[in-house]
């Protein structure tokens, strides 16, 4: 049995739906990278992991249990296991990069401040940051403000580590920086479905690529067969422009 499974989930802002009958399931230690053209449900499918949007068909099963994003208790149950990082770092801009990571956990989780901060210390330490804990985000570049996000997300220890074009908002020159901090967790052995339009770090660290174009799942499989040798004329579209650029 899959760690994730996606079973015919259907979802959409409204009526309409983005998604349409997306099936998807990912092994425990897995990376899989969502890739396609803007709006075609990537960010969405997401979204609607971590309960933002209520699937309007379909289920979703994580490690064997059924998640009802329509019960509360489920759906705080499932938000226990995935943590999401979006594009933009939302921190809090009166905050240090300390306490930025420390306050889900030491507020939401209710988990003793000594621990918190300990944990928050060796997370920031781990993505490059031990010597900013007392920083403020107007004091950090955007790849730093990103690494904190990433360190944030990690302290609510999560099953799955949900990845929103986490370079998008960034300088060239800083995205490398945040790279290498999702190559750490690769190599670590987390569990990550990744939204990424950086197709050479795909190719290098997704074990299952997914393409999805027009809210389904059109193709997936490994890098080197996505990439290398797409089965249907959609894909074959896609990485041939993607690829020339």
Request: glycine content about 8%; aromatic content about 4%; proline content about 3%.
């Amino acid at each position: 049995m899959a760690y994730l499974t996606v079973d015919g989930i259907s979802a959409g802002y409204t009526k309409l739906d983005v998604l349409k009958n997306v099936h998807l399931s990912i092994e425990k230690g897995e990376i899989a990278a969502l890739i396609g053209p803007s709006g075609s449900g990537k960010s969405t499918l997401l979204r609607t992991l971590v309960g933002l949007l209520r699937p309007h068909t379909g289920g979703v099963e994580i490690d064997g249990h059924s998640i009802d994003y329509g019960d509360r208790d489920s759906l705080r149950q499932a938000r226990d296991r995935f943590a999401i990082v979006f594009q933009q770092y939302n921190l809090f801009q009166n905050m240090t990069a300390l306490r930025n990571v420390t306050i889900a956990p030491d507020i939401v989780k209710k988990r003793a401040r000594k621990d918190v901060e300990a944990l928050a210390a060796e997370l920031l330490d781990k993505v490059g940051l031990g010597n900013k804990l007392g920083a403020y985000p107007d004091e950090l570049s955007g790849g730093q403000q990103q690494r904190v996000a990433i360190a944030r997300a990690l302290a609510l220890k999560p099953d799955i580590l949900l990845l929103d074009e986490v370079t998008s908002a960034l300088d060239p020159e800083l995205v490398t920086e945040v790279l290498d901090t999702i190559r750490l967790l690769a190599d670590e052995g987390m569990t990550m479905l990744i939204v990424s339009h950086e197709m050479a770090f795909v190719r290098e660290v997704a074990s299952r690529v997914v393409f999805m174009d027009q809210g389904s799942v059109v193709e997936a499989g490994p890098a080197s067969q996505v990439f290398d040798a797409p089965k249907t004329d959609r894909l074959r579209d896609f990485t041939a422009k993607i690829l020339r650029h």
